[in-house]
């Protein structure tokens, strides 16, 4: 079992740029592929990012292809996305998710462990 911990939501102005972490504790955080999820008010959840557990093989949605990048230190347990060029509609709530020996999916369904999410909000 894995335990996730989202850090670094906060409020910017568009444009900006802010990176988030996750944390993970419990099981051995190099099986996991790892996920960035989001969700907007009155939206459903949407993928965002994800990486191989081994870090070679990473997906991105199109909405942030070329601005945001996913990558992970499995020496210090976490995964971290860098969001640049923010934009009013990147504002959700920010949700790292665990894949056991996954893939880089795309499909929310595969992850099975979940964090807690951190807002970030982005006014124009």
């Known amino acids: 079992q894995v335990q996730l911990e989202e850090f670094g939501g906060g409020l910017v102005q568009a444009g900006d740029s802010l990176g988030l972490s996750c944390a993970a504790s419990g099981d051995t955080f190099s099986r996991y592929a790892m996920g960035w999820f989001r969700q907007a008010p009155g939206k459903e959840r949407e993928f965002v990012a994800a990486?191989?557990?081994?870090?070679?093989?990473?997906n991105y949605a199109d909405s942030v292809k070329g601005r945001f990048t996913i990558s992970r230190d499995n020496t210090k347990n976490t995964v971290y996305l860098r969001m640049n060029s923010l934009k009013p509609e990147d504002a959700a709530v920010y949700y790292c998710a665990a894949d056991l020996w996954g893939s880089a999916t795309m499909t929310e369904k595969t992850y099975v462990y979940w964090g807690q999410g951190t807002q970030v909000t982005v006014s124009s």
């Open positions: 990486i191989s557990w081994s870090g070679v093989r990473t």
